[in-house]
């Protein structure tokens, strides 16, 4: 058995025995390398959930459920050295990706929180303070539609939605 499974099944025991002793039980966390064959290794708990943390890379997790496991991540978006707030954003589903796919996505993820911007939301979009703002750039539709924004044209006007 390698060291990782026996990790696993350790982990796997301490879990089943903590949800069975307590009702409300804090959220478990174990560190691997986080691969394709750990992560199909990893049981579901009874009830609840925990997290798996990568060791290769600071920032990336698994969150094992009942029915599912997810990558995630998480990092401090700063403002002026100052932490404004801690961003956990869910990647996707390990049926959907491979962990590879998963890791580099969570890579640039980080670098743009380490850079102060959100990775799920336009910058431009966040910015623009009034519907006028976004009807001035009307001429730049594309990075409207790519933001989630579309236009209507209904009786000679543009309603935006």
């Known amino acids: 058995m390698s060291k990782i499974s026996l990790q696993i099944t350790r982990f796997a025991k301490t879990v089943s025995k903590t949800v069975s002793n307590c009702e409300a039980v804090a959220m478990a966390t ?3 390398q986080l691969n ?3 992560i199909v290794r990893l049981p579901a708990p009874d009830k609840g ?3 798996v943390r990568d060791t290769d ?4 997790f698994l969150l094992v459920g009942i029915k599912k496991k997810t990558f ?3 990092g401090d978006l700063r403002e002026q050295g100052k932490r404004a707030s801690t961003l956990r954003l869910a990647i996707g589903d390990t049926t959907e990706l491979s962990t590879r796919a998963a890791r580099a996505i969570a890579k640039e993820y980080l670098v743009q ?3 102060g911007l959100h990775p799920k939301s336009n910058e431009r979009v966040a910015k623009a303070s ?4 976004l009807k001035a750039d009307e001429a730049t539709g594309e990075d409207l ?3 989630g924004i579309t236009r209507k044209r209904c009786a000679g006007h543009t309603a935006w939605s």
């Open 49 to 51: 959930r925990y997290i």
């Open 145 to 147: 539609k790519s933001a």
């Open 113 to 115: 929180i380490s850079r």
């Open 36 to 38: 394709d064959k750990a």
């Open 72 to 74: 995630m991540i998480q």
């Open 130 to 133: 009034t519907i006028a703002d």
């Open 57 to 60: 890379l600071k920032g990336f």
């Open 30 to 32: 174990l560190r691997i």
